[in-house]
């Protein structure tokens, strides 16, 4: 990952833009680098993933125009080429450089032409305005807002902009801003046309989309991991990517020292794709501790998504550390594509395709905000191939009738698409996954809880949680959870919309706690 940031006035001094550039220095340890142009300040910390001498240091200038981008553009060897052929010359062997020739040409509109996962901010140098967008399902992360005389700050994350704005908000994904106002380029929840395919054109087409998008995302000239819980996404993740590469994966698993789950079944995939596959081991100890810099580094008081990410944390910051992997392969999104366990209760197919509408709508401020957070905060670059948007374009069109859970098993559209290719085991295609909190351990959980309600009597909870009006506490965990969060966020709550659970006004979904363990039909998964 990187970081950029943008102050759109130019009285700021030097020295306040550099500190609030420096608070995510984790993002991009590499080098930073600021630049006062006409509008104000603009300013980048890399991770070296493309392009790995300092000729690819951003902010990149062409003509008058100035961008400063954290992505990742796939294809864009292509659009180089092309635009080499063009009259364009580039210094360096950054993605990131065709994006100025890409707007003197195209403007806007190019940004619905993009295949990456990105935010960007240009400075136009003839218009005198600044230009800033986000992919479409909102991977790369972007905040904003306005300072006390209403000038107009970006950045990566909520961290830089605090005390500086007082309204703290997720640029919206698949907008761009121009002019004061934020256009819609890309709805990824949108269906022009509900698709007729029957079930083996669905599945050949699960499968050939995802192949490449796993395939787009192991370019890069830092060295590649993959993050491997034993559940059937990553497990898939890891399986294509080893039929693609020439060498072993280096694969990481994380669990509790006393009940981790899927360490073995992540054990059994590594074996079979004969990676080389390391496990990290955790105790209830190093669970407590994580809690307060996970909080920091992720910016939510959501209660799946900090249960969720302290293992992930955990086992990227022992990647960090140990070795010298910098990009990260993962297996977010699938979830809320094809169903997980509360989907199972949905009443009707329109019901299923507006949840999944709602879940991708919002995820960037849930699973794709965890893995960001979790992965960047380590100094590492996360990769998402179930986020491939033309992946996404199609799964999103499949008539939800063929999505819902008829078949017994969930998700049947997409262990059906690779069953054929044996990537990775039977057993490991067709096993119900269990929530990744609960994989690391079932004791991760409840050491959470224990925690939380040691910390706060019922009076001191009743108390407390009273302050809040906007998604208020409902359980010690997240009262804590909350605490924590305003500790570093004060009044920033509504950067997040609410609490990440299942549909409650469903059937059987009527729950007071995130986890998959409490529904009726979580049966063997977690086993």
């Avoid at 249960?307 to 960090?320: E, F, N, T, V």
């Amino acid at each position: 990952m990187c970081a950029i940031l943008t102050y759109a006035r130019e009285s700021v001094r030097e020295e306040f833009f550099e500190e609030m550039l420096s608070r995510t220095v984790s993002r991009g340890p590499d080098m930073s680098r600021i630049q006062k142009v006409e509008g104000g300040w603009m300013g980048f910390n890399r991770l070296s993933i493309m392009g790995l001498n300092e000729s690819g240091m951003q902010p990149f200038n062409y003509g008058k125009n100035t961008v400063i981008c954290n992505g990742e553009l796939y294809g864009f060897k292509d659009l180089r080429n092309y635009l080499v052929s063009l009259g364009y010359s580039f210094k360096s062997d950054s993605d990131c450089e065709i994006l100025l020739p890409l707007y003197e040409k195209l403007g806007t509109k190019m940004f619905s032409l993009l295949d990456a996962e990105f935010a960007c901010v240009i400075y136009d140098g003839e218009k005198k305005k600044f230009v800033a967008a986000r992919d479409p399902i909102g991977i790369r992360p972007l905040y904003y807002g306005y300072d006390s005389e209403g000038y107009i700050v970006f950045a990566s994350e909520p961290k830089n902009l605090v005390e500086v704005t007082d309204k703290i908000m997720p640029f919206p994904p698949g907008h761009y801003y121009e002019d004061g106002e934020f256009v819609c380029y890309k709805d990824m929840t949108e269906v022009k046309e509900v698709s007729v395919d029957d079930l083996e054109t669905i599945t050949d087409k699960i499968h050939d989309k995802l192949l490449n998008g796993i395939k787009k995302r192991l370019d890069a000239d830092a060295p590649v991991g993959f993050l491997l819980s034993g559940g059937l996404d990553s497990s898939l993740v890891c399986g294509v990517a080893a039929s693609l590469s020439d060498k072993p994966l280096e694969t990481f698993a994380i669990g509790m020292d006393i009940d981790a789950i899927d360490l073995k079944y992540a054990r059994e995939v590594a074996e079979y794709i004969h990676s080389n596959h390391h496990e990290v081991i955790i105790t209830k100890e190093d669970v407590i501790n994580a809690i307060e810099p996970v909080i920091h580094a992720l910016g939510t008081y959501d209660i799946t998504t900090i249960r969720a990410s302290i293992g992930m944390y955990l086992l990227c910051k022992w990647i960090h550390e140990n070795t010298d992997i910098k990009v990260v392969l993962t297996g977010e999104i699938s979830d809320e594509l094809f169903g997980y366990k509360y989907t199972d209760f949905a009443p009707s197919a329109q019901a299923f395709q507006e949840e999944a509408q709602k879940r991708i709508r919002e995820i960037h401020m849930y699973d794709v905000l965890r893995a960001d957070r979790c992965i960047s905060v380590n100094s590492l670059e996360a990769r998402v191939p179930f986020g491939d948007l033309d992946f996404v374009n199609y799964v999103m069109s499949i008539d939800p009738e063929k999505k819902l859970n008829t078949y017994g098993i969930g998700k049947f559209l997409l262990r059906k698409a690779f069953e054929k290719d044996q990537f990775i085991p039977h057993s490991i295609l067709m096993r119900e996954k269990a929530a990744f909190s609960d994989a690391v351990g079932h004791s991760l959980r409840d050491d959470l809880m224990d925690y939380a309600d040691a910390k706060y009597t019922y009076a001191e909870y009743e108390t407390l949680r009273k302050k809040y009006t906007h998604a208020k506490p409902f359980t010690k965990e997240s009262l804590l959870y909350r605490e924590t969060f305003e500790k570093y966020y004060p009044g920033q709550s509504d950067m997040v919309i609410d609490f990440w659970m299942p549909n409650k006004s469903w059937k059987g979904c009527n729950v007071n706690d995130p986890s998959a363990r409490v529904l009726s039909n979580y049966g063997a998964s977690g086993e």
